[in-house]
């Protein structure tokens, strides 16, 4: 998909939203709803691409697998967070985008322990004594 | 099949808001709000089905 039809999309979704939203909001929201997941899945194809470009970047440069990996993980929380809270935002509903935030950012930081706790170790290793 | 989805859900959308304002010209204001949930059930199992395949895409590019 390339930019051209994104934004032709985008442009015809937002038409159409704008008449849904005068009679039918929940149709809109579902529309909007509908829209974001298209874009997503549409470049999720691509987004694999780059991220075998990383992985093998990675692999030359011999960094520790685990390290890649749960940045990866990180990355795909961020962007399901990210999905979920710009609709509850579109919504109105600002208390639900809130607590989805929170939620995402404590997974995030439960992932991230075991780098925090391998960099500390490697301190230890480099503290003489 | 992805931009496919987009306009049936527009098209649903527009068809029961003109089928509703005429419900409600016909003053069956009941049925009418029965159109619209009926539509909102419709829709939301296309949107639940998408939404299992956005998962599926996302869990399988960052091995969640």
Known sequence: ?129 | MNIDIIFRIAGIGILISVLSIVLKQAKKEEQAEMLTLAGVVVVLIIVVQLMNQLFTVVRSVFNL
């Open chain 1, 1 to 129: 998909m390339g930019i051209a039809q994104v934004v032709g999309l985008a442009l015809v979704t937002t038409i159409i939203l704008m008449i849904l939203r005068q009679q039918k909001p929940v149709m809109a929201l579902v529309l909007s709803i509908v829209f974001t997941v298209v874009i997503f899945i549409a470049m999720m194809g691509k987004m694999a691409a780059i991220l075998e470009v990383m992985k093998e970047i990675s692999c030359r440069a011999a960094i520790n697998n685990m390290f890649f990996s749960t940045l990866l993980k990180i990355l795909g929380v961020a962007y399901l967070g990210e999905f979920a809270v710009a609709i509850c935002q579109d919504a109105g509903e600002q208390a639900v985008a809130r607590k989805v935030e929170f939620a995402a950012k404590i997974i995030i930081a439960v992932l991230a322990l075991p780098i925090m706790v391998a960099i500390l170790e490697s301190l230890m290793e480099l503290m003489p004594g």
